[in-house]
């Protein structure tokens, strides 16, 4: 099976600064990897996705980057704002199976 | 494009009682899955339907939760009798369908439940 996990519960950043959020996931068979954005009373917003076959993919002032050889995924925010403050959650899921998901990192972007 | 409804936002019950939530996902998304979220974690999968047939529910506690998609379309997710570690908010996702590449789940609000 699969299992996400994230390095920190919290993520305090300025606003203005750059965020760097990290996951791990467990089996080398993931293919498809996604970043959720869930802010308070509210259901996972898709943010931003990669294939296994990336490892590195751009939107609008969010990067994700995925190191299949270590098993880690990481997302970047570029010049954080206050509207950036939620849960992040990254997600993984095996070709024809379900997403399975990390405990989540809450981002609180600081005046 | 309409998002995936679910109802109701809010419920409240006492243990032992039962409770139903409903789920509409988004026009022509052949998987449907019911996700729980306690509180501080992350959503935890339930049970996956592909069209009106089960995928996965090897996570669903099948002595007090029930599922069904009778018709491809909507769903119901079913508790009885609950217990107060059924607190949670249960989310309600569409997707495209699982074998299809680049694929995201969309997520509704959520059913927060209590049990008291």
């Known amino acids: 099976g699969e299992s996400v996990g994230l390095h920190l519960p919290t993520l305090s950043v300025q606003e203005g600064d750059n965020s760097i959020i990290n996951c791990a996931y467990s089996?080398?068979?993931?293919?498809?990897f996604i970043w959720y954005k869930q802010e308070s009373g509210k259901g996972p917003q898709f943010i931003i996705d990669i294939r296994s076959n990336m490892d590195k993919r751009q939107g609008q002032r969010v990067t994700v980057l995925l190191n299949k050889t270590v098993k880690h995924l990481s997302l970047q925010i570029a010049a954080t704002q206050p509207g950036d403050s939620a849960v992040y959650f990254c997600a993984a899921r095996n070709y024809g199976q379900n997403f399975v998901f990390g405990p989540g990192t809450r981002l609180s972007v600081l005046p | 494009e309409a998002g995936v409804a679910q109802s109701p936002r809010y419920k409240i019950i006492e243990k032992r009682q039962s409770v139903a939530f409903w789920c509409n996902p988004i026009s022509g998304h052949a998987t449907l899955y019911w996700y729980q979220q306690i509180l501080g974690q992350g959503p935890k999968l339930l049970i996956q339907?592909?069209?009106?047939?089960?995928?996965?529910d090897s996570q669903l506690p099948k002595d007090r939760f029930s599922a069904e998609r009778l018709k491809g379309v909507d769903s119901t997710l079913k508790i009885q009798p609950a217990k107060l570690e059924d607190s949670a908010v249960y989310l309600c996702?569409?997707?495209?369908?699982?074998?299809?590449?680049?694929?995201?789940?969309?997520f509704g609000q959520g059913t927060r439940l209590t049990v008291v």
């Open positions: 089996n080398s068979a993931s293919d498809y």
């Open positions: 339907f592909q069209n009106n047939g089960v995928v996965d």
């Open positions: 996702a569409s997707s495209l369908g699982v074998r299809v590449m680049n694929t995201e789940a969309f």
